[in-house]
């Protein structure tokens, strides 16, 4: 088993951070899980797994801020439209047939909603989340749009130097698109202003005017 540590560039000592990112090789899909069943629920750390390469990673304060704000924005969304969404946050996305598996920093079932309600998700079985949310401060040493597309994953958003990118599964690769597939009214590009704005007038204040925007949008589009 080969263990490969990756560090961040040196930086002045104020700036630093360091990059808790560990990297296993050779690991196959039963130690994978044993391992994570040795760990248990309550593990602060997230994985992703592609044919016996392991990522685990620690999540930063820059990381988890952006991915909480935009789970409450999507929520702010549906209670907008009215209509039911299911959030299961880091849920591990795993096909042992593909031996590949990804814990999404959050997801949700939006358009399949209906069909997973009140279930244990089994992806052998049940499709994927109709929507995954990746929140990239560092960079990962994994192609994780590869492990998403495998297990059929149908958007992915990645939130990344102040920008969010969207990208829709088309014939099994992700292509990177101007709006979104499950609200194709949400204004993409406006997004990444409201995070900014949530440092100077805090989360909550930017998630009620995120959802003065929504209502907006709604509004015109009705009139």
Known sequence: MNVQIINQPAAAPENAIA??????????????????????????????????VLEIRMPYQQHEVPKRLLE??????????EIETMELGALLLEREELRRAIEPDTCFYIQNESLV??????????????????????SSSLNKFTIYASLGVPELWRYRNQTLQVYHLV???????EQSLAFPFLPIAEIPGFIEQSKTIGQRAAVRLFRQR????LQNSEG
């Open 214 to 217: 929504i209502q907006q949008i």
């Open 19 to 52: 990059q808790n990112r560990v990297v296993l090789r050779d690991i196959k899909w039963q130690t994978f899980k044993a391992l994570l069943a040795d760990a248990g629920d309550n593990r602060a750390w997230r994985i992703a797994y592609d044919q016996g």
């Open 171 to 177: 014939e099994g690769q992700y292509e990177q698109r």
């Open 117 to 138: 309600r009140s279930k244990i998700i089994d992806l052998e079985i049940d499709p994927p989340p109709d929507l995954a949310i990746e929140s990239d401060f560092t």
């Open 72 to 81: 409450d924005f999507v929520t702010a969304i549906a209670d907008e439209l």
